[in-house]
């Protein structure tokens, strides 16, 4: 079975401040995607970036990065220069591609997320 | 274009009442799927569509949930004789094919009392 470990449950920040949020996670199986997704107040949930395990090249957007490391199971996202607006719930994501040892490669198991509040 | 839209956005159900919650999906996306999101937790998988054929239940958490998507396009989620442990948020997603990223909707809010 897969899991997805957030061990920050709250973060706060001032803005302007960088912030990393952590996402650890398991899997018997050697190729899959992770995902991380923005939850506003709102309720929907904003789908932010999509990295497969086969590409550890690191990526940058705008004022996020991640970064995804296979040797300690880490896809970590990084918020430089924090603003009000990035206030939000953040969910990680695992997603089998073909598994091998039976599961879906559809369903997608998630962290319980981390709430980043970022101060005026 | 359009989104993913869920109707109602909330639902207050007293216990034993039958909620159904209807999920719009983005146009030409072939897999839908439900989600359910207790109160601080991330969304665990109910169900999942292909089209018109429902080919993962595996989710639903008793025989209280049913969903369906009978056009292959709108689903609906219906949980009958509602409990209180049924609160939470529904989230439904769409995506072209399986292996596409998930879009998600806004989510229903149930709260049963």
């Known amino acids: 079975a897969q899991k997805v470990t957030q061990a920050q449950t709250e973060i706060s920040v001032v803005e302007k401040e960088d912030v990393t949020l952590d996402c650890v996670y398991e899997t018997r199986d050697t190729t899959y995607y992770l995902f991380w997704y923005k939850q506003p107040p709102s309720g929907e949930l904003v789908f932010l970036i999509r990295?497969?395990?086969?590409?550890?090249q690191n990526e940058i957007s705008g004022r996020y990065s991640w970064n995804f490391q296979k040797s300690t199971s880490s896809f970590n996202f990084t918020i430089t220069a924090s603003q009000v607006v990035d206030s939000a719930v953040y969910f990680c994501a695992l997603r089998l591609h073909l598994s091998n040892s039976g599961g879906s490669n559809y369903k997608l198991t998630f962290g319980k997320g981390t709430l980043l509040t970022v101060n005026p | 274009g359009a989104g993913v839209s869920q109707s109602p956005r909330y639902k207050v159900a007293k216990r034993g009442q039958d909620v159904a919650l209807r999920c719009d999906p983005i146009s030409g996306h072939v897999s839908l799927f439900w989600y359910q999101q207790a109160l601080g937790q991330g969304p665990e998988f109910l169900t999942y569509f292909q089209n018109e054929a429902q080919l993962d239940k595996s989710g639903l958490p008793s025989d209280r949930f049913f969903a369906e998507r009978p056009e292959g396009s709108v689903s609906t989620l219906k949980i009958q004789r509602t409990q209180q442990e049924d609160s939470a948020v529904y989230l439904c997603?769409?995506?072209?094919?399986?292996?596409?990223?998930?879009?998600f909707g806004p989510g229903t809010r149930l709260l049963v009392l």
């Open positions: 997603a769409s995506s072209l094919h399986d292996q596409e990223t998930q879009y």
């Open positions: 990295r497969n395990s086969f590409d550890e």
